[in-house]
């Protein structure tokens, strides 16, 4: 027979109940640029086609970075991209900066997917087998 655990206290339960109300309440922000950021990729910028001169697009990097850094620091990563979409800069590949949320094993939301495929000058050094996995390890 096995032991079983000993039930939380109340106050234990009152402090778990706490954090996850307060996460839910921050992640409310994030929800909604993600839900704005996902109607514009559907609505409007099939209408533009393909014009960014960066990879990912704007709205990709601006998902992506808002998905991976919440929406305060997701908003500030891409107004910084928006100001360098101009035609005096070269473009180029431009990925979003490391972040330290992780996701489940095989859990990596699809837009982080999406915008990190094989490219050769991405794969060089240890991490050379799966770009993904090494940016976003799950803990």
Do not use: K
Not at 43 to 65: D, H, M, N
């Amino acid at each position: 027979m096995t032991a079983r655990p000993a039930p939380a206290s109340g106050s234990a339960r009152v402090a778990t109940a706490l954090r996850s109300g307060v996460r839910a309440i921050v992640s409310v922000p994030r929800w909604i640029l993600m839900g704005l950021l996902i109607g514009w990729r559907t609505v409007i910028s099939p209408l533009y086609g393909p014009v960014c001169r960066f990879y990912p697009s704007c709205s990709a990097y601006a998902l992506e970075a808002v998905t991976v850094h919440g929406a305060v620091r997701g908003s500030w990563l891409t107004v910084r991209r928006l100001v360098r979409c101009n035609p005096f800069h070269r473009g180029g590949v431009d990925h979003v900066p490391h972040g330290e949320r992780s996701w489940p094993e095989g859990h990596t939301p699809r837009i982080v997917v999406l915008n990190h495929p094989p490219i050769p000058a991405d794969q060089d050094g240890p991490d050379a087998t799966s770009p993904i996995e090494h940016r976003h390890r799950a803990a």
